[in-house]
């Protein structure tokens, strides 16, 4: 995805529609936009101020959930957290029919 003027231009497909698909997804608050079905997006917001061993396991439930509604997504696996002050880095691996993807996501940032 390259942003020109605000703009998104340019055409991709197969991995780098993918990659812009999970960026989109992991960025967008699900229930908040209502051009969204319910089933897009990933829910974080109640997350705030949560325990973090709470919010571990959640995290990953709630990424697995809102990526495998992408049917080019097999499998959302293999997920390490590095919590950090108030926020919380995650690596995960996305098992796709292109191949594995690998992804990081800062969240509560």
Known sequence: M???KGRIS?????VDALIQSIYFILNTERYKFIIYSWDYG????????KQMTYVIPEVERRVTEA???DNRVVEVTNFE????????????D???????IQVEKTIFE
């Open 81 to 92: 957290f590095e919590p950090f002050g108030h926020k919380l880095h995650v690596k995960f």
């Open 2 to 4: 390259l942003l020109v």
């Open 94 to 100: 996305v098992i796709s029919i292109y191949g594995t």
């Open 42 to 49: 990933i829910e974080l917001f109640d997350l705030f101020g």
């Open 67 to 69: 990526i495998i509604q």
């Open 10 to 14: 340019c055409y991709t497909d197969e």
